[in-house]
């Protein structure tokens, strides 16, 4: 049966990007097609300056959302990686096999260092060997795809290569991985500035709508997104980005194609008041389940447990195999 492992970093709240570019297909469509793992990242989430507090708050929540979102623990297995000791065990295998040079050109890399340099931050470490650790994340668990949205695909390239260079070079142990991208969403941009993607830790929640926003805020930040001067709508992604954005995301919230969406458009103001109330539908159910399990706690922390239970026993065979190919001594 395929496997499929894809994670989500409790780095900040989580956002529609993450949702139409990831969350909402695991939910429709991966679990139900595959055995599946959905991985709440948070060792992930301390490359960069970060609250201890901040990190448990948001990893419990992404969790909550997750579930909130239709993941079902009877389907897939959802856990936090830290409750599984095999990512960093094989991560720090395959930190002897990808080159430093490899992983500085990753373009996230590049992106969030510069932001910590020109921020006076020192960068950590962890930020460097991210990529491998997210490797180990997929390779641990010999996943066949790896759903993500198009700015992890780098990783998952990446943790192709590692792959098949590990293999090469100690035996086959790893299955190669492919990256699986939706069909739309995709890429979901910033509503202020639409020329980079809508992230977690944007420096302005002006351009992001966060799942949990209150659907007034939702509304207001649709409405509020920029677009061009341009007379009329059209699908330009290169030529009118603000524009191409907003009929994406009402593309993905309801099943039609941008372009015959742009046909049936004017103006600007009237794609963005439907879109907002499109994104607001299509969140209400998500909102209102999630009310009902942040008010459970201890039920997210028992999916978390098992699942990492679950997680554990398909991985340890995997990264012990790698260990004694790389030519460690086995356990006595
Ligand atoms: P993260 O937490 O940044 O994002 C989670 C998922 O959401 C997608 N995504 C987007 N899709 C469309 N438009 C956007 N604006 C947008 N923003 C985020 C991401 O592509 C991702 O699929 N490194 C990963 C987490 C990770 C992982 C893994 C993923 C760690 N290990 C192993 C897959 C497999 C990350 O930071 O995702």
Redesign the pocket.
Known sequence: MTRI?????P?GHV?L??Y???VRRWVEVDQHRAEALF?V?DL?ALTVDHDPARVRRLSRQAASLLLAAGLDPRLCTVFAQSHVAEHARLSCLLECVASEAEARRMAEYAERAGAARRAGRGVRLSLLTYPVL?AA??LGYRADE?P?????AE??ELARELAVRFNQRYGAVFVVPRVTLSPV?????DLREPAV????SSASAAGVVYLLDEPEVIARKVMAAVTDDEPGVSYDREGRAGLANLLEILSACTGKEPQVLAESYGDAEALKRDTAEAVVEALRPLRARHAGLSADPGYVDGVLREGAARARELARPTVDAAYRAIGLLPPG
Request: neutral net charge.
């Open positions: 492992f894809s994670g989500i970093k780095s956002t990007g993450n139409l570019g990831a991985c990242v992930h997210m994340d997929i790896v993500v949205g198009d700015d992890q990783h998952v969403g995709a890429r979901v941009m993607a809508m992230g977690k």
